[in-house]
């Protein structure tokens, strides 16, 4: 399955194609992250490495800041993307 800009939604596509430039590390890290993500695009890591500050200085991570346990750190992916997120969550689950 292959994702186009055309079928999300007007307000999605600009981020899409944001990802699409990303250095290739950074795509790596935001794949791991969308595929270790839960319904709700949740995702808890152990600590915040360059990569993840990176996509979060891009706006398609944010930290959560309800989430406080010690050690974890708990993020929403892509957030303001909802449609685009559970598109590539359904490839994430199929590879």
Excluded: Y
């Excluded at 915040?48 to 991570?61: A, F, N, R, S």
């Amino acid at each position: 399955m292959k994702i186009r800009a055309e079928d999300l939604p007007e307000k999605e596509r600009a981020l899409f194609l944001s990802i699409q430039t990303l250095p290739r590390h950074e795509k790596q890290t935001l794949w791991s992250l969308i595929r270790l993500s839960n319904k709700d695009h949740i995702c808890i890591v152990p600590r915040l490495t360059p990569e993840i500050q990176q996509l979060i200085q891009k706006g398609l991570v944010t930290i959560n800041p309800s989430f406080h346990i010690q050690s974890k750190i708990s993020l929403f992916i892509l957030r303001k993307t909802p449609f685009l997120m559970k598109k590539l969550q359904t490839i994430g689950q199929q590879k």
